[in-house]
């Protein structure tokens, strides 16, 4: 059988067609943005602080067991606050932050740990941003999506030139996108409000937070050879 040309032969006539498709799908992962934060006259005390603050975040978080499948610790700062007036340098004060990601999978669970979380004081929340795990079958579903949509196209083509197709010649991959969800209001705001209005007698109501559907978006070209038709 003769090798088809790059760009085909009025012996073996070669079809080029894209393969797409788009749609949503209900997220199965939701991350979590925690800002711990501690402020002092004294280096040592504003440290031991925010070490303590740190640490009955994690053990907040780590309490919901298998509702959390990663808990993470970013970034690490202790900085001196100078003075703004003044002559020469003065340390005012210090601020220590911690950054924690934790991602969980129990929305349910997610809507009351995002409240207590917001109750702890010098604590800021952001998020939840909404995503697929990389194993998704979601993200299967739109790929074969897409190259359903070449084979039915190419037929398309085909059949309008009164031929059929042939064979397969080549299938490439343009890519995936996945857009994952953002929250609608900023979590940071809010939490402060909480923290500043919440008692220790009456626990806020869990927050019921609502997923954002992820948009998921795969592109094809595919390269058919068709049997030569009479025009």
Request: cysteine-free; overall charge negative.
């Amino acid at each position: 059988m003769a090798t088809p040309a790059a760009h085909g032969t009025p012996d073996v006539p070669l079809l080029v067609v894209r393969g797409e498709s788009a749609f949503e799908a209900d997220p199965d992962l939701a991350r979590l943005g925690i800002g711990v934060t501690a402020r002092g006259r004294d280096r040592r005390t504003t440290l031991d602080d925010l070490t303590r603050r740190n640490t009955e975040v994690l053990e907040l978080v780590r309490s919901y067991g298998e509702a959390v499948t990663d808990v993470s610790t970013g970034a690490v700062s202790l900085t001196p606050e100078l003075t703004e007036h003044g002559r020469g340098e003065r340390v005012r004060s210090h601020r220590g932050r911690v950054h924690i990601t934790a991602e969980l999978t129990d929305f349910t669970a997610l809507g009351e740990l995002t409240t207590r979380l917001a109750d702890l004081g010098l604590t800021q929340i952001d998020g939840p941003w909404w995503e697929l795990r990389p194993d998704s079958p979601a993200h299967r579903e739109v790929r074969q999506r897409a190259v359903r949509d070449a084979v039915r196209r190419a037929h398309e083509y085909a059949e309008a030139l009164g031929t059929s197709v042939a064979a397969l010649v080549e299938l490439a991959d343009l890519g995936t996108e996945s857009m994952a969800g953002r929250p609608r209001s900023g979590f940071g705001r809010r939490a402060m409000r909480m923290s500043a209005a919440a008692t220790e007698d009456a626990p806020p109501e869990p927050l019921d937070l609502e997923p954002q559907r992820i948009r998921l978006r795969a592109e094809v070209k595919a390269q058919f050879t068709m049997v030569p038709p009479h025009l």
